[in-house]
Every structure is written in structure tokens, then in C-alpha cells.
């Protein structure tokens, strides 16, 4: 398997942070930064700020998404947004399971599912994270926890649909703790995630899927970790809301 038959992606997932205004503000400070990029750029912002977001990075090689979608086109969802609503403004990205989304909101593999699915219906490009908790780890469990995130999501998929899938590892534990998967942990993990997808379609789906490390990946751990063959890019949190540290992520990506 080839590694350069990938196009890395590094996302940052600025969580609830930043206004509208500081939203434009920090895209512009970011574009000069990033534009020689060899690998694709997105920021995932907060719902109030896509708009903002779409309007800075016209023009340039980043790319918008959005944290969340609801697996419905329309309804009685108090606070949710639909697929059809981030198609319609231009959003090309959403982030599907995010583990604080599973923590704080009652996601289960099932709805992570059906989100992800309504999200490919409108032509969106899926952030799928699927990842175990400290517990889980220290059970000697994260390749079963890790597997049935994986197939449970991409039940009913298409493997034409892999193309619009990037599948991030997020590690629970590592998320927002300053701690961070050692690189051969990451590489373990993503490998045996893309054996996964392997066995669900064929190799040749497999090869081309993208999958990223997310958990406390920052400035500092960026080149061992995207040095490794089945890490193709980050899910950036904290270090996507520094222009500086972000656009030496995306320099050790494009390597």
C-alpha cells in the first residue's frame, strides 16, 4: 500500500469557539499561511460562523465544514440543523460522532449512522470519528470498540461513498487532555481501522481512504505522527485556533 495514493487532510475542529467577526478575522490571518499547502485544509466551525467562514475562504484553497448534522431534512428538531441547510450556503464538510457529541448529547453508533448518511445524500464530505475511551484502552478493548464504531457507521454505505468519507481516530482519552497517542499507537490504530473497511468493501477501497489522528495533535508531535504510512492528516481541536501552530500542522502534512 502507498501512501501517496492519499491526499492528506488536516481539519481543525474549532469546537464553540470564535464569533462570527474573529471567524473572518482568523481566516484571513490563516490564508497566506496555508497556501502552498500540499495537502487539503478545512476548518469546521461553529454553525453561526459558516457564513463568515465561507465568505473568508472564497477564493482560496480552505475548505468550510460544519461539527454536526441531523440525520432528518426538516422536522420538529428544536436546535438541530439538516444536511439540506449546510448544502444549500456551499458547507462541502461535517464532522459525523464526534466523541463529545457521544459524551454530551446522547449520540449512539446508530444515529451516527443515520446522520452520516443523510450528510452523503446532500453530497457532503463526512468526518466519521470513531475512537475508545481510557477505560476501553486499559480493557485491552480498542480494536473491538474502534471496529464496531466503524461498521455500525458504514452500515448501508456504498463503497463509492468512501470517497466522501475521511474516518478520523480519535483516541477519547487524548481529546482536549493534553495527552496524545504515541505515533506507533496511532499507526496501530488507523491500520487496523483500514483492515476494517478492507474487509466491509475490498483493499482497493481501503488504500484510498483517508484516515486522520485526532487527539491533542499539535505543532510539536505533527511530523512523527503524519510521518506514519496509515496516518493520512489531523483532526485538529486546540491547536486549529492558533494560525501559527496550525499552518505548521499543515506544512508537516505537506511533506
Sequence with gaps: MEKNKRTPVIAGNWK??????????FINEVKPLV?????KVVFCVPFVDLES???ASEGSNIHIGAQNCHFEKS??????ISAPMLKSMGVEYVIIGHSERRQYFAE???????RLKA????????????????GERESDITEEIVSKQTKIALNGVEAKDLENIIIAYEPVWAIGTGKTATSDQAEEVCLYIRNVVSKLYNKEVADKTVIQYGG??????????????NVDGGLIGGAS????????????ASK
Design 53 to 55: 467562514a465561507l465568505k
Design 16 to 25: 464553540m469557539n470564535k464569533t462570527p467577526a474573529e471567524t473572518f478575522d
Design 119 to 134: 450528510a452523503l445524500s446532500e453530497g457532503l464530505k463526512v468526518i466519521l470519528c470513531v475512537g475508545e475511551t481510557l
Design 75 to 80: 422536522g420538529a428538531f428544536t436546535g438541530e
Design 241 to 252: 485556533l492558533k494560525s501559527e501552530d496550525f499552518s505548521i500542522i499543515v506544512k508537516a
Design 216 to 229: 491533542s495533535m499539535n505543532a510539536k508531535n505533527a511530523d512523527e505522527l503524519l510521518a506514519k504510512t
Design 108 to 114: 449512539t453508533d446508530k444515529t451516527v449512522n443515520k
Design 35 to 39: 497556501k502552498d499547502a500540499d495537502c
